[in-house]
């Protein structure tokens, strides 16, 4: 262990130790080992990326399912419920106050639960490509241990997009594909709300138009199942299913837990791939973070 001299910074793959001062500030940076060899480290691969999310969800079925359908599965098949008993005494289908206040509270709790889904899975995931197992449990606790910096986190988030997608939309894809990754630091590596977007930052570097490609597949595969929930939901109508629009929340709901597993698998997936090719990690240093 040797002393870094004033004003040298850490290599990328070099570890540190340090010792805290007033404020929290490190106020003696000691390096513990070699920089980490460019031979060690690798290329990103869109590949691995898809092949990871499919082998998490088969690792961990029961969590992902099971994480899903109660944080977004039954919210929302709620919800849906709650908006057909609405229509059907609103049989002229006009805006109402309690139908406006059923979809902004909808759209508010979907949101929730996807934040919720996407800090409960990661421990799983990262413990299943190291062939570990975490239980349903441990899992739950994981995700609601980290709820408010997720919260805080997904609402910066939120706003940043929004804005960049209101200044010609652009800014704010690239500020989606910047951030994508804020949750699994936000989980994994236990930072707080900004260090974790930093840290995002960061990991998405040099990597963002295979990130861009990566969304745009997530995309499809969503809208893909959507549409196919619709014809179903159709179908069901055309065969004198007795309430067409109970079948289409049952139909939406599914929908939205499928699709909520494949994409928050999807993030867990990207972080992996991130870390393990910029900084040379192999699974069992990733899944030590839960250590």
């Known amino acids: 262990m040797a002393d870094l001299e004033v004003g040298m910074r850490p290599e990328v793959g070099q ?14 940076i000691m390096s513990t080992a070699e920089p980490l060899p460019a031979s060690s480290r690798r290329r990103f691969e869109m590949s691995n990326v898809l092949e990871l999310t499919f082998s998490a969800i088969g690792n961990n079925a029961v969590i992902f399912f099971g994480a899903a359908i109660l944080l977004v599965g039954i919210p929302n098949l709620f919800l849906g419920l709650w908006n057909l008993q609405i229509a059907g005494s609103n049989p002229y289908g006009f805006p109402t106050g309690m139908s406006v206040l059923a979809n902004i509270l909808g759209a508010v709790v979907a949101w929730v639960g996807s934040i919720l889904l996407q800090g409960t899975v990661l421990k799983a995931a990262i413990n299943g490509f190291n062939g570990k197992k975490t239980s349903f449990g441990d899992a739950l606790a994981t995700g ?7 919260l805080g986190a997904g609402i910066l988030i939120s706003i940043g997009t929004m804005l960049g997608f209101i200044l010609l939309v652009v800014p704010g894809i690239i500020l989606s594909i910047i951030w994508v990754v804020t949750a699994p630091v936000i989980v994994g590596e236990k930072r707080d709300v900004l260090s974790s977007m930093g840290r995002s930052r960061d990991l998405t570097r040099n990597h963002r138009w295979a990130i861009l490609v990566l969304i745009i597949v997530y995309l499809i595969v969503a809208w893909v199942l959507g549409l196919g929930a619709t014809f179903l939901g159709m179908a069901g109508g055309a065969a004198g299913a007795t309430d067409q629009l109970a079948l289409f929340a049952l139909v939406d709901t599914v929908v939205a837990i499928l699709v909520s597993v494949f994409s928050s698998a999807g993030v867990s997936a990207l972080y992996f791939e991130l870390r393990s090719s910029k900084e040379g990690m192999v699974p069992d240093q990733i899944a030590s973070i839960f250590d």
């Open 15 to 28: 570890r540190v130790v340090f010792l805290v001062g007033d404020n929290n500030r490190a106020v003696q």
């Open 144 to 150: 609601f241990g980290r709820f408010l910096p997720l």
